[in-house]
């Protein structure tokens, strides 16, 4: 599983920057050196003045002032590794965007070769025809039929009626014929004696 693993890719870049950082941190350390050099020499150069021997502490002093150059040196071209640095990753931002930017562009081409004028123009025309076939349905159907459009509904909705009940059109309907005596009037019920109410507890 973990042989299946992408290793990211080293590029040139990244080993340039890699070894940019690199020399930026020897420069630091050898800086760190010098200053350890030049705390020295002012220890040296008080001793020896302390112990009566100037020329001693005029040479450590020279000694101390040569390494204060070499610094001065060092501090430029630590900058200018920095800034080499901050430059190259920069650009290599730069050049993530602009490629972000190409891809984006082509994306948009591919979309605009589908949206081109012709296939605008057909799919609005072909939305606007059926709008208007819509509005000609909701027109009929809001009650502008003519009288003949009218009756065709009523005979086709007859139609449909019969076939939901399954009667045939030429078979009429047979309905039970209407009673022609009065109905009887209703029993009467016995009569039941009302029961006295019981007291109030």
């Given at each position: 599983m973990g042989a299946n693993q992408s290793v990211p890719k080293i590029?040139?870049?990244?080993?340039?920057?890699?070894?940019?950082?690199?020399?930026?941190?020897?420069?630091?350390?050898?800086?760190?050196?010098?200053?350890?050099?030049?705390?020295?020499?002012?220890?040296?150069?008080?001793?020896?003045?302390?112990?009566?021997?100037?020329?001693?502490?005029?040479?450590?002093?020279?000694?101390?002032?040569?390494?204060?150059?070499?610094?001065?040196?060092?501090?430029?071209?630590?900058?200018?590794?920095?800034?080499?640095?901050?430059?190259?990753?920069?650009?290599?931002?730069?050049?993530?965007?602009?490629?972000?930017?190409?891809?984006g562009n082509e994306v948009l081409k591919e979309i605009h070769k589908e949206l081109n004028v012709e296939n605008v123009e057909r799919i609005m025309e072909e939305t606007a025809e059926a709008r208007e076939y819509q509005r000609e349905i909701d027109e009929m159907l809001a009650g502008t039929l003519t009288v003949e459009d009218e009756e065709a509904v009523q005979a086709e909705l007859q139609q449909l009626q019969l076939e939901t009940l399954g009667v045939s059109e030429e078979r009429p309907i047979s309905l039970p014929s209407a009673p022609t005596e009065a109905p009887a009037g209703p029993e009467k019920a016995p009569e039941v004696e009302p029961q006295p109410q019981e007291r109030e507890r």
């Open positions: 590029t040139k870049q990244d080993r340039a920057i890699l070894d940019l950082k690199l020399q930026r941190d020897k420069v630091r350390q050898y800086q760190k050196k010098i200053q350890a050099v030049l705390d020295r020499e002012h220890e040296i150069a008080k001793q020896q003045l302390a112990a009566g021997h100037k020329d001693r502490a005029l040479i450590a002093l020279r000694k101390r002032k040569y390494q204060e150059s070499l610094l001065v040196k060092t501090d430029g071209q630590l900058e200018n590794l920095e800034k080499l640095v901050s430059t190259i990753e920069f650009s290599l931002v730069e050049v993530s965007v602009l490629h972000g930017l190409q891809q």
